[in-house]
């Protein structure tokens, strides 16, 4: 997580300009539920096997992305556009998130069964946005801190505006919008080689070579246990993919490590510094948060007006 950053060739500092603002504030879900590594790496997949359980999805991940020859690169290229839309400068964040709908623009097919497909299609885009949201949100309750329903609605629907410069249309505005969505799409899912393949990559840490390796296995699994148990039939990923008690612990524990410790290069603490709050303002307690915060509120009240 070290910056500046690049994508596709653009760099992107997220200590600069100072003071420009990010599309979402430093208080919000997003800013504490994405600087944690554990739940990001989780929720990511999580997020990839509730795409891949739609043949149109997973055809044109499959197909079109470098994940198979490129899983490393592929990932990191995919945590730069998830992290950059909360955390960069709004014109770091527009720019890189037009290059992924440009992307996505040139990918068209047909699955397997001869059904065609677009990335752009906005049954697709809404669907690929919402797990995200759904895989990130679910991955920090599970493994970091329980999150309140308030908490959790409010994570939804701080979404919206992001979503949106990706051209979705309809965002899930809490865990039961998405599960409602979920219902819509369920009769299309079904199980493919091409999910055990992407498990298996994940298993062997190719995607996240930094990890360690005990962690390997537990991600995959622990991924696999976030699915509402209709997509897990529905992808039939049986028991061999249960969460172990030692490796639910042992996510926990590095996922709770992981949400104490600032690293000074990381896009959270940078864009903290670029904002005038100290570079470990999300690693501080609550009641020194609300503090910062307040100040910070305070200072920015007269370069709003």
């Known amino acids: ?20 603002p990010a599309y979402l504030e430093p208080g919000s879900m997003h800013w504490r539920v994405y600087k944690n590594p554990i739940a990001l790496a989780v929720g990511g997949v999580a997020a990839v096997l509730l795409e891949f359980a739609d043949a149109r999805i997973r055809s044109g991940v499959w197909d079109h992305s470098s994940y198979k020859a ?6 990191k290229r995919t945590g730069i556009a ?19 709908t440009n992307m996505h623009a040139r990918v068209s097919g047909d699955t397997p069964k001869g059904e065609a497909y677009r990335a752009l299609d906005p049954e697709l885009l809404d669907w690929v946005s919402a797990t995200a949201a759904y895989g990130f949100l679910n991955a920090y309750d599970r493994f970091v801190t329980p999150l309140s329903e308030a908490e959790k609605t ?12 990706y051209g ?14 979920m219902d819509k799409l369920a009769p299309r899912f079904e199980p493919h080689p091409i999910v055990e393949e992407f498990l298996g990559i994940i298993q062997s840490g190719k995607a996240a070579p930094g990890a360690p390796k005990v962690l390997h296995r537990a991600l995959a699994r622990a991924s696999v ?6 997509v897990r039939r529905k992808l039939a990923l049986g028991r061999e993919y249960d969460l172990g008690l030692a490796d639910g612990l042992a996510l926990k524990a590095a996922g709770k490590l992981a949400d104490r ?9 940078q864009a903290s510094v670029r904002l005038g709050l100290p570079y470990d303002f999300l690693y501080r307690g609550e009641a020194e948060q609300k ?6 509120q305070h200072a920015m009240i007269p370069a709003l007006e």
């Open 82 to 100: 998830a992290m950059v839309g909360v955390y960069g400068p709004q014109a770091a964040a527009r720019r890189v998130i037009q290059g992924v």
């Open 261 to 269: 410790i600032a690293i000074r290069s990381s896009p959270p603490c």
């Open 291 to 296: 503090r910062l915060l307040a100040s910070w």
């Open 70 to 75: 490129d899983p490393i690169g592929r990932s």
């Open 225 to 230: 246990s976030l699915l509402p148990p209709v």
């Open 168 to 181: 979705v249309r309809h965002s899930p505005s809490s865990q039961a919008d998405f599960m409602a969505m």
């Open 1 to 20: 997580m070290n910056t500046p950053s690049s994508y596709l060739g653009w760099k992107i500092d997220y200590a600069n300009p100072k003071g420009a």
């Open 154 to 165: 409010r994570f939804y629907l701080e979404a919206h505006p992001i979503a949106r410069l």
